[in-house]
């Protein structure tokens, strides 16, 4: 096995053509590690040393990535994290061909242990419950002579949808139930034209893309504030074409006569539907609920098109459980030379 080291920015490019193939080949399939999303967050983000690890069978095949970086933290000195860790990304993996997944791993380790002068500690975050990150990576560390630790970081509610909508409504508790059908039927007989779209060829993406940021920054003052920061709205303006070029977005907006009120940014990747970010005018219609008919008409949508899950992603607000979803887990690993 041949293991490379790129510490450049070039490396995006010259593993442009192999680094998806290798991704749909591992069980580390998510739109979080696609190259397109991890070199658009490098290229906005780029907090430390780009300390990327491929890992090529004697075919010159390349077989496992390890897409990490060295980022100075003041407590724990020189720390391996991986691209993408942790606000703007929910799953993040090593990616590793489904095939080899015990040499790659045990070679990664063997690698962080005999360079382990260039960092202090790993970092690893976002990693899911039945990631092999989580479930193998640790035990290789430790043949190495790493301390590993494991913890629950977040959890991420997933719903797995049903063939039809009233199945799926009878899955929640009876008056969540009768609440969606409620707010729905309050919507549809309004006196206010209720509306809703999921943008598509016919509209401006740009334009669209405004609405929305405008919509999520009016729903919360720590969204507000975070898009103040202009990193996270250059990666914002810079992976919302990108992904919509892949047809991996699902940009909807619910309408009351004919202005736009409720928001949803969702992802489509591997036949399920992630939940992104949203946004609300928190001082219009809140009679007609606007927010969640708009989650009601997307789960609806995701059921009609026979996706198998619509997917939460981090964080326990107590909407996704009212709509349906169960908890999902991802870890944080931190590893440690023991003699370090």
Same mark, same amino acid.
């Given at each position: 096995?041949?293991?490379?080291?790129?510490? #450049?920015?070039?490396?995006?490019?010259? =593993?442009? $053509?192999?680094? $998806?193939?290798?991704?749909?080949?591992? &069980?580390?399939?998510?739109?979080?590690?696609?190259?397109?999303? #991890? &070199?658009?967050?490098?290229?906005?983000?780029?907090? @430390?040393?780009?300390?990327?690890?491929?890992?090529?069978?004697?075919?010159?095949?390349?077989?496992? %990535?390890?897409?990490? +970086?060295?980022?100075? /933290?003041?407590?724990?000195?020189?720390?391996?994290?991986? !691209?993408?860790?942790?606000?703007?990304?929910?799953?993040?993996?090593?990616?590793?061909?489904?095939?080899?997944?015990? *040499?790659? +791993?045990?070679?990664?380790?063997?690698?962080?242990?005999? /360079? &382990?002068?260039?960092?202090?500690?790993?970092?690893?975050?976002?990693?899911? #419950?039945? &990631?092999?990150?989580?479930?193998?990576?640790?035990?290789?560390?430790?043949?190495? @002579?790493?301390?590993?630790? !494991?913890?629950?970081?977040?959890?991420?509610?997933?719903?797995?949808?049903?063939?039809?909508?009233?199945?799926?409504?009878?899955?929640?508790?009876?008056?969540?139930?009768?609440?969606?059908?409620?707010?729905?039927?309050?919507?549809?007989?309004?006196?206010?034209?209720?509306?809703?779209?999921?943008?598509?060829?016919?509209?401006?993406? *740009?334009?669209?893309?405004?609405?929305?940021?405008?919509?999520?920054?009016?729903?919360?003052?720590?969204?507000?504030?975070?898009?103040?920061?202009?990193?996270?709205?250059?990666?914002?303006?810079?992976?919302? *074409?990108?992904?919509?070029?892949?047809?991996?977005?699902?940009?909807?907006? =619910?309408?009351?006569?004919?202005?736009?009120?409720?928001?949803?940014?969702?992802? !489509?990747?591997?036949?399920?539907?992630?939940?992104? $970010?949203?946004?609300?005018?928190?001082?219009?219609?809140? $009679?007609?609920?606007? @927010?969640?008919?708009?989650?009601?008409?997307?789960?609806?949508?995701? %059921?009609?098109?026979? +996706?198998?899950? +619509?997917?939460?992603?981090?964080?326990?607000? !107590?909407?996704?459980?009212?709509?349906? @979803?169960?908890?999902? /887990?991802?870890?944080?690993?931190?590893? #440690?030379?023991?003699?370090?």
């Amino acid at each position: 096995m041949k293991l490379t080291v790129y510490t #450049q920015d070039n490396l995006f490019q010259d =593993l442009r $053509n192999e680094w $998806n193939e290798l991704l749909e080949r591992s &069980s580390a399939n998510r739109i979080f590690s696609t190259w397109e999303w #991890q &070199s658009i967050w490098w290229q906005s983000y780029h907090p @430390g040393k780009l300390w990327v690890i491929t890992c090529r069978d004697d075919a010159e095949r390349l077989i496992g %990535i390890a897409p990490w +970086f060295v980022e100075q /933290h003041p407590q724990y000195g020189r720390v391996v994290r991986s !691209i993408g860790c942790v606000e703007v990304t929910d799953y993040l993996d090593l990616i590793v061909d489904r095939e080899h997944t015990a *040499p790659v +791993f045990a070679a990664l380790a063997a690698f962080a242990a005999q /360079h &382990s002068s260039e960092f202090d500690v790993i970092d690893l975050c976002n990693l899911p #419950q039945e &990631s092999l990150g989580y479930q193998q990576f640790p035990d290789a560390l430790r043949q190495q @002579g790493f301390t590993v630790n !494991i913890k629950e970081q977040e959890v991420c509610p997933i719903i797995q949808l049903p063939a039809d909508w009233e199945t799926y409504l009878e899955m929640l508790d009876k008056k969540q139930r009768h609440e969606v059908r409620r707010k729905l039927r309050r919507a549809e007989g309004s006196e206010e034209r209720v509306d809703w779209y999921i943008v598509g060829t016919e509209h401006d993406l *740009p334009s669209e893309v405004d609405r929305f940021l405008h919509l999520m920054a009016a729903s919360q003052i720590d969204k507000a504030t975070f898009l103040q920061d202009p990193q996270n709205m250059d990666f914002f303006r810079k992976v919302v *074409p990108v992904v919509y070029e892949r047809n991996w977005l699902q940009l909807s907006f =619910l309408t009351i006569n004919g202005e736009p009120t409720a928001t949803y940014m969702n992802f !489509i990747y591997q036949n399920a539907v992630l939940v992104y $970010n949203s946004g609300l005018r928190v001082d219009a219609h809140s $009679n007609l609920s606007p @927010g969640i008919v708009l989650l009601a008409h997307n789960i609806r949508y995701a %059921i009609e098109n026979n +996706f198998r899950a +619509f997917d939460f992603l981090r964080g326990n607000e !107590i909407y996704k459980y009212r709509m349906g @979803g169960q908890d999902t /887990h991802i870890y944080m690993l931190r590893a #440690q030379l023991s003699n370090a």
